[in-house]
C-alpha cells in the first residue's frame, strides 16, 4: 500500500527553521518525483517545490528551502529557514510522476498525497 506520511512542522518564530519530512512506504520514493505543496487558509494549494529532476522552487521561497532526500530511508525532506509569517500553511508532499517538468506545480499531476503537517509562523 503507498503511503506518504509527512512530520516536522509546528510553531516557529519568523527568522527560525523547520525540517519537514516525507516518509515513504509501499514503493520507492527515489523513482518519482517528490513534490511538496502548502494550503493556507482560504487560498488554494500552490506548489513549493519539486525534486527528482530540477529541484524547482517556488519564487518565493528560493534561498530559503532546500530539498533533498534521503533514498536510504525513503524520506524525501524539506528544510525551510528564514521562515515568515507568509509560510503559514499545511504543508503536503506528495508524488506521483516520473520527473518534475515544467508543470511541477500541478497538484493535478500527482497521485499520492500525505495527510499534510501544519508550519505556523508567528512571533
Known amino acids: 500500500q503507498v503511503q506518504l506520511v509527512e512530520s516536522g512542522g509546528g510553531l516557529v518564530q519568523p527568522g527560525g527553521s523547520l525540517r519537514l519530512s516525507c516518509a515513504a512506504s509501499g514503493f520507492t520514493l527515489a523513482n518519482y518525483a517528490v513534490g511538496w505543496f502548502r494550503q493556507a487558509p482560504g487560498k488554494e494549494r500552490e506548489g513549493v517545490s519539486c525534486?527528482?529532476?530540477?529541484?524547482y522552487y517556488l519564487d518565493s521561497v528560493m534561498g530559503r528551502f532546500t530539498v533533498s532526500r534521503d533514498n536510504a530511508k525513503n524520506t524525501v525532506y524539506l528544510q525551510m529557514d528564514r521562515l515568515k509569517g507568509d509560510d503559514t500553511a499545511v504543508y503536503y508532499c506528495?508524488?506521483?510522476?516520473?520527473?518534475?517538468?515544467?508543470?511541477?506545480?500541478?497538484?493535478?499531476?500527482?497521485?499520492?498525497w500525505g495527510q499534510g503537517t501544519q508550519v505556523t509562523v508567528s512571533s
Open positions: 525534486m527528482r529532476s530540477g529541484p
Open positions: 506528495a508524488t506521483g510522476p516520473s520527473l518534475c517538468g515544467l508543470r511541477w506545480a500541478d497538484s493535478s499531476r500527482y497521485n499520492y
